[in-house]
């Protein structure tokens, strides 16, 4: 029996690749970066644009659909119980295109089996898989025990309001997974702790200083308008000069971008600057004492430069990076995500943060979220771990992560692929949250076969 599944989802796949691909990149085009709140799109225009597209999308497969007051949606197919549903959850808005790209991020293009645009890893890629999922499932006229609804996010990146909307306004399901991470299964994500390094306002040598394009992503372009003579500066690697008027330096640094949870190998353009600065004396008293506080953020994205570096057995090390930095009303403000482990909480970084700048700079806007661990041996994401090691082949075991994703926010969840931590991403490809965006076209495919696997096996399990 098990083979003759196989072999209808195979069939399945192969006839609606082109169709799967096509649909990815319809919601590609769509610039969904969050943007101001409007009438009936309240993450703004772009998301709200690529939650309809993805709701039309679904009902197209024959899919029932709801549009939950323009916070959320989801596509569903009935089951038997009236009480208890299962779910699936992907977000369609993305963060913002960056920089770097040698494409255009909204105009998907496929190379040698691999797609590029913004979104086709996360998370809009994913979101197809689900709706084909439920696809398959509604042609083969399987009798479902419980419902099944493939939800649509669109405010993951920022503030995951859409799913707060939900949970607060619709029962939860018994049991949801997120295909917004890697395989075979996490089953716990980091604490989440975000904040903001704020100068006083200094009137000194620095005129502008601006870096990144997201709070979770480590920026690889920044610059500072410096009042100096370009004559008197010094070539550093990674760092251009450019005559920016009379008597102005612009100071670029070059980095390498990447996500925030994942930042082993990144080089944070921001920390560039800064050093630059530093080390040439492009700062007035004011200015270098707020310097060398945010120099502690970059030191080290473990934390060690400001006393808030650990590790726990679950989890493994806590991780910060400096993601944005701006000027507002003369003040030089430096954002910050960190993802942390069960042997700290946000109260105590907080404090170690602030005795460690002192008092050349203010830490402001603190939030953060506590870390979430479910047992691996629980029914549902045993059905997951056994239905991924059973179509691979591989013998893999949950594990946890720093990434943030939906499944904190339910009863009972789970990240569930479609990446691949020893993915190695060609030439022209770059990671999610970077430029040039990649993901592989026959390992989405394979994750198609092993949700609507694990949805008929997670049918079976008494919640």
């Not at 195979?10 to 799967?20: C, T, V």
């Not at 996010?153 to 909307?165: I, L």
């Not at 040439?280 to 080290?300: F, I, M, Q």
Request: aromatic content about 8%.
């Amino acid at each position: 029996m098990q083979e003759a599944l196989n072999q209808k989802i195979d069939a399945f796949i192969a006839a609606n690749k082109e169709q799967i691909l096509k649909d990815i990149a319809t919601l590609v085009s769509i610039n969904s970066v969050e943007g101001a709140p409007e009438e009936g799109a309240p993450y703004g225009a772009g998301p709200r644009a690529a939650l309809d597209k993805t709701l039309e999308l679904a009902a197209g497969m024959g899919l029932a659909t709801r549009n939950c007051e323009n916070h959320i949606g989801y596509a569903e197919l009935a089951g038997a119980d009236a009480e208890k549903y299962l779910a699936t959850i992907c977000h369609v808005d993305v963060v913002p295109e960056g920089n770097g790209w040698t494409q255009d991020p909204f105009q998907m293009e496929i190379r040698d089996g691999w797609m590029i645009g913004r979104g086709v890893a996360d998370d809009k890629g994913p979101m197809v898989a689900t709706l084909y999922a439920l696809k398959f499932l509604k042609e083969e006229g399987v009798s479902l025990r419980y419902p099944i609804r493939a939800m649509v996010g669109d405010n993951e990146e920022t503030h995951m309001n859409d799913v707060k909307y939900y949970l607060e306004n619709y029962p939860a399901p018994v049991f949801c997974f997120t295909p917004d991470a890697e395989f075979p299964v996490c089953n716990g994500e980091k604490g989440h702790f975000g904040g903001k390094i704020v100068s006083p306002v200094c009137n000194g040598v620095i005129a502008e200083f601006e870096g990144g394009v997201a709070n979770n992503a480590v920026p690889d372009r920044a610059s500072a308008l410096v009042k100096t003579d370009i004559r008197k500066l010094k070539n550093a690697p990674n760092i251009t000069l450019e005559p920016a008027g009379e008597g102005c330096v612009r100071v670029r640094g070059w980095g390498k971008a990447g996500h925030a949870a994942m930042p082993e190998g990144t080089v944070n353009a921001i920390g560039l600057v800064v050093n630059y600065l530093l080390d040439n004396g492009l700062c007035n008293d004011a200015e270098r004492a707020y310097l060398e506080a945010v120099k502690k953020l970059h030191d080290s994205t473990a934390g060690a430069g400001l006393g808030i570096d650990c590790a726990d057995g679950p989890f493994g090390p806590l991780t910060i990076i400096g993601g944005k930095m701006s000027m507002v009303d003369g003040r030089m403000v430096q954002t910050m995500d960190s993802r942390y482990p069960t042997c700290t909480d946000g109260d105590t970084i907080a404090k170690q943060i602030r005795a460690a700048i002192g008092t050349g700079a203010e830490l402001t806007d603190v939030g953060s979220a506590k870390p979430f661990y479910i047992e691996a041996d629980t029914p549902a994401i045993k059905a997951c771990i056994d239905t991924y090691n059973e179509v691979t082949g591989e013998n893999a075991t949950p594990f946890t992560m720093g990434g943030g994703t939906y499944a904190r926010h339910f009863p009972y969840a789970v990240s569930f692929g479609p990446e691949h931590s020893d993915m190695v991403l060609p030439e022209f490809g770059g990671p999610m949250h970077g430029a040039n965006e990649a993901a592989p076209i026959d390992k989405l495919l394979e994750a198609l076969k092993i949700y609507i696997i694990a949805l008929l096996r997670l049918e079976e399990i008494d919640f």
